[in-house]
């Protein structure tokens, strides 16, 4: 028997699973758009889906977040639709035997760099970066990368003074055993990060320069064309 999600998305395969609940692929039965279904259970501990739904529509419009189809509620499990994407960062880079080609490496940055800046701009901190949490766009929009996963997303800045809210995080990242034998720019690049006061706003451009700079440097062509151009990783 068919299920149908939100009174028009046929549910079909499951894709995915964690301890968030599953995700299925499904069809718009109106249009035949083919997206992704996000569901948990309402009775899980920590139910997060419906928060990520309220985040997916804050910050709706920018090119590398996934567009929010619909969410709400059915029979016992809160529901999330969203863009179907292709494959994860993560994904990818098992694919390529765990290395990127320093084009790659550049070129996803950039695209990255600007996904964070864009949520920071929209005051909250995503909590969760990881290579599982950037996919690659499907067609026409292989080449670019989407941010997803906003369940752990807080907010930094008060929405009424755009104050910076307390917080603080207790991990060390010891940037220079991470980047030995690498590039200086990407030791540059964790400086910097690291040295930022509390209040201090990143200098974004700053950040792309330092890669785009390189990029130059190594004579590797057009920045933004065909990513995994010198990688394993075209799956079709």
């Excluded at 996000?38 to 928060?51: A, D, I, R, V």
């Excluded at 419009?61 to 619909?70: A, C, E, F, I, R």
């Excluded at 600007?114 to 766009?137: A, V």
């Excluded at 906003?150 to 940037?175: E, M, Q």
Aim: hydrophobic fraction near 35%; charge should be positive; charged fraction near 25%.
């Amino acid at each position: 028997m068919e299920r149908i999600i939100g009174g028009k998305f046929k549910i079909g395969r499951k894709i995915g699973s964690g301890s968030f609940g599953q995700i299925y692929i499904a069809s718009n039965i109106d249009t035949s758009e083919i997206v992704a279904i996000k569901m948990e259970s309402k009775k899980t501990k920590h139910p997060q889906l419906l928060y990520e739904a309220k985040l997916y529509s804050i910050l709706q419009g920018d090119s590398g977040v996934p567009s929010l189809k619909w969410c709400g509620t059915d029979g016992d499990n809160n529901v999330l639709v969203i863009d179907l994407l292709g494959r994860s960062l993560e994904d990818l880079f098992v694919y390529c035997g765990r290395k990127f080609s320093l084009k790659t490496v550049l070129m996803l940055a950039d695209q990255m760099l600007t996904r964070i800046e864009y949520l920071h701009s929209k005051g909250f901190l995503h909590r969760d970066i990881k290579p599982d949490n950037f996919l690659m766009g499907l067609g026409k929009k292989s080449n670019q990368v989407y941010i997803i996963d906003f369940g752990l997303a807080k907010r930094y800045r008060d929405p009424n003074t755009n104050k910076h809210i307390p917080y603080r995080s207790s991990s060390v990242l010891c940037y220079k055993m991470l980047c030995k034998s690498y590039p200086v720019e990407f030791a540059t690049y964790f400086h910097y990060c690291q040295s930022l006061t509390f209040d201090q706003h990143p200098d974004y451009g700053y950040l792309k320069r330092l890669f785009r700079d390189l990029f130059k440097q190594n004579g590797i062509g057009c920045l933004f064309y065909r990513i995994f151009e010198n990688d394993n990783s075209h799956i079709r």
